[in-house]
């Protein structure tokens, strides 16, 4: 099994030099769909377009790009702002570094097409603050952008004025959600604000802002440069444009794969993933990051889509799929999983902080074979107490594993405590507890 | 109290607001280098909102000092127009700043669950035995400090370490610590493999 398919986003990016700006005009768009828009295309029409391509965000929720923009308050006499979201944090993600390493121009020119789109002359690409190595490499380019006079002021002797700027984090997940970006980008810590108002109406320095992931501006200059329709016919309806998948895990081959969402989630881990390492068998599948459900060995063969992965009772999230193989014990997943969200929670919403430490505690103590019966529902108790209960999605998306495992592996669950210990452990796995530090 | 009757409430791990004072550290203030950095940070962002060149600054602070003292926070706050207060609240929240001095090398190992199938556990048990000291500690040289970090993004390359927040060694498997200790003490972050896709251009090399 393989995929055939022309790669539009990465196309270039195992060749040298494919993060050069000489590269990116020879060989690829070279900030022709910047021109076409800023020349030939008022900003309504911009927006327009993007609608109508069908492009959806990549960056977690699936929101659509072009209405996104819409809602952004255009009359405001105060700055619009783009905030690129290059956090990339939520595990089994690493699309966008890829992005950003070996195709930068292609989000710069994203960005530039999104600022002239929504009326901002700024964008502040928001990249994790452990991509300095990618960091380095963006900001080079920005400058090569500026000295091409693709960026900076009157672009295409236009009076577009345009500036793009990388703003360094410094490690916290919460900083991906888009309001606690914004909080991050004011010089605070990265927690979340009440919504309304959106970041549409009152983002940034409290200024209409539109957030947007480095893969969702990628596709922009795509729609731009071949036409909404070009782009709406690539997969499925209503899920349309090339896609990054990112597979890791217990895989033979694990990467970055791009592919229309009509590609099958088996596919993608059988084929573009080369399968399962060792000639072991598939146990369970995390389709979209550690924050959406579990999927069975016999859920996959549908297409890797928003729509058919929530039909199937997940989400497709960040596209970041982990598959795991029979040696994986499932309670210990959930605990290495709630050891990320509880160290995470960014602590403002008080049952996502106590809750998923709780969770936590209790994961950790029936693997280690000294839980209760009673603790199986007892984690469920907890968990319906943090779903829907906190001001981001982080408390759903903390309880995404532990609900879901509970779902498909109870047993293993029950084999735990009444074995009183870990019924499926695995060589990989540390001897020790392994001491997490705080 | 606790807001779970069966659960305890656990002020001492407090996650993210876990308020630990840092060292207070002699009088700080930039070289005119960093100076000028920090100077060209803060012009990104409008003329009222110096804030925003917290983190730059933080940064700085770090590369200059090593850590950032609680001597080097009201020098920041100066800078950003803030509070002391202010700045400590950031500090104490992202994981990146180190509030006391630390090993000539901080290695930090993805924990998190791609790397943790491919090993990271039996990585960090590996580096804390040879080091002989517990994750979050320093060994007995000054030239480790061990600790543990979430998903890195990069969860193809697994296992993955980040040392001193911009350099990395992908694929670093249990059996191959050794050897990347004894690399890293001699030829120091030469050594490290960093982590760029294949047709990455060699200035591109962070390490
Ligand atoms: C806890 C949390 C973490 C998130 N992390 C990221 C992230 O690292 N990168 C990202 O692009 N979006 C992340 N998101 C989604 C953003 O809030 C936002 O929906 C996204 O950046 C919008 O971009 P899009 O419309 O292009 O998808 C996160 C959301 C939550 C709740
Ligand atoms: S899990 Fe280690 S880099 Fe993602």
Redesign the interface.
């Known amino acids: 099994m393989s995929v055939s398919f022309q790669p539009l986003l990465t196309r270039f990016v195992r060749e040298p030099g494919s993060a050069t700006l000489d590269f990116y005009r020879a060989r690829d768009l070279g900030y022709e769909a910047l021109r076409k828009a800023v020349t030939t295309l008022q900003p309504g029409e911009v927006i327009e377009q993007v609608k109508a391509s069908g492009l959806r965000g990549r960056g977690g929720a699936g929101f659509p790009t072009g209405m996104k923009w819409q809602f952004v308050l255009k009359d405001s006499p105060k700055p619009k702002y783009i905030c690129c979201n290059a956090d990339e944090s939520e595990p089994g993600t690493f699309k966008d570094h890829l992005l950003m390493e070996r195709n930068p121009h292609l989000v710069i020119e994203g960005c530039a097409i999104a600022c002239y789109a929504i009326g901002a002359k700024v964008a502040y690409i928001y990249i994790r603050g452990e991509f300095y190595h990618v960091q380095r490499i963006l900001e080079r380019e920005i400058e090569a952008a500026y000295r091409a006079g693709f960026l900076g002021t009157n672009i295409f002797g236009t009076g577009f004025d345009c500036d793009v700027y990388v703003h360094r984090g410094a490690g916290a997940y919460e900083a991906g959600e888009e309001t606690a970006l914004i909080e991050s980008l004011e010089g605070k810590r990265a927690q979340p604000r009440i919504k309304p108002p959106f970041p549409a109406v009152s983002g940034l320095y409290n200024c209409p802002t539109a957030v947007n992931n480095v893969e969702t501006l990628c596709n922009v200059p795509l729609v731009i440069a071949h036409g909404p329709e070009w782009y709406a016919a690539i997969g499925p309806e209503k899920n349309s444009g090339p896609k990054l998948y990112c597979v890791s895990g217990h895989v033979n081959t694990p990467g970055v794969f791009e592919a229309p969402m009509s590609v099958t989630l088996k596919e993608l881990i059988f084929g573009c993933a080369g399968g399962m390492r060792d000639g072991r068998t598939l146990k369970a599948v995390i389709p979209g990051g550690s924050s959406t459900p579990v999927l069975l060995p016999d859920q996959i063969d549908i297409p890797a889509s928003f729509d058919a992965i929530a039909k199937a009772g997940s989400m497709l999230g960040s596209a970041a799929i982990i598959a795991l193989d029979d040696t994986t014990c499932m309670v210990w997943m959930a605990k290495n999983l709630l050891a990320f969200y509880r160290h995470e929670s960014c602590g403002k919403c008080t049952p996502c902080r106590e809750g998923a430490d709780w969770l936590y505690k209790l994961l950790a103590r029936i693997e280690a074979g000294e839980g209760r019966m009673a603790d199986i529902d007892l984690l469920l108790d907890v968990s319906r107490n943090i779903g829907g209960k906190t001001l981001c999605p982080f408390g759903d998306a903390a309880i995404a594993p532990v609900v879901s495992t509970i779902r498909h592996f109870r047993g293993e669950y029950e084999a735990h405590v009444r074995e009183g210990r870990c019924t499926v452990p695995a060589g990989w796995r540390g001897r020790g507890t392994a001491v997490m530090a705080h | 109290m ?3 009757p ?2 305890d ?2 002020p001492a ?6 308020r630990r004072l840092a060292d207070q550290g002699e009088p700080f203030a930039f070289t005119p280098e960093r100076q000028a950095a920090f100077d060209r940070s803060v012009a ?1 962002y ?1 003329a009222d ?1 110096r ?6 600054a ?2 700085l602070v770090q590369e200059q000092q090593g850590y950032v003292s609680r001597q080097a926070m009201r020098f920041v706050a100066t800078q ?1 127009a ?1 509070t002391p207060a ?1 700045v400590e ?2 500090v104490t ?5 180190y509030r006391r001095p630390v090993g000539t090398y901080v290695l930090a190992v993805c ?4 790397c ?4 990271a ?2 990585v ?2 590996a580096l804390a035995e040879a080091l002989g000291v ?3 500690g320093t060994d007995a040289t000054g030239t480790f400090t061990l ?12 296992p993955v370490v ?1 040392v001193n ?4 060694q992908e694929r670093l498997t249990p059996d191959r610590v050794p050897r990347f200790l004894e690399d890293l003490r001699a030829r120091g972050l030469a050594a490290l493999g ?8 060699p200035g ?1 090399r ?2």
């Open positions: 606790s807001f779970h069966q659960m409430y656990a791990r407090f996650h993210r607001s876990a990104r409008p909102r804030r925003s060149a917290i983190l730059a933080l940064y950003v803030c202010e609240d950031v929240y992202y994981v990146m700043y924990r998190t669950l791609s943790a199938l491919n090993g556990e039996r960090t048990e517990e994750p979050g600790t543990e970090f979430e998903c890195l993004g990069a969860c193809d390359r697994a980040m927040n911009e350099h990395w960093g982590c760029l896709h294949a047709g990455a251009e591109d962070a390490s």
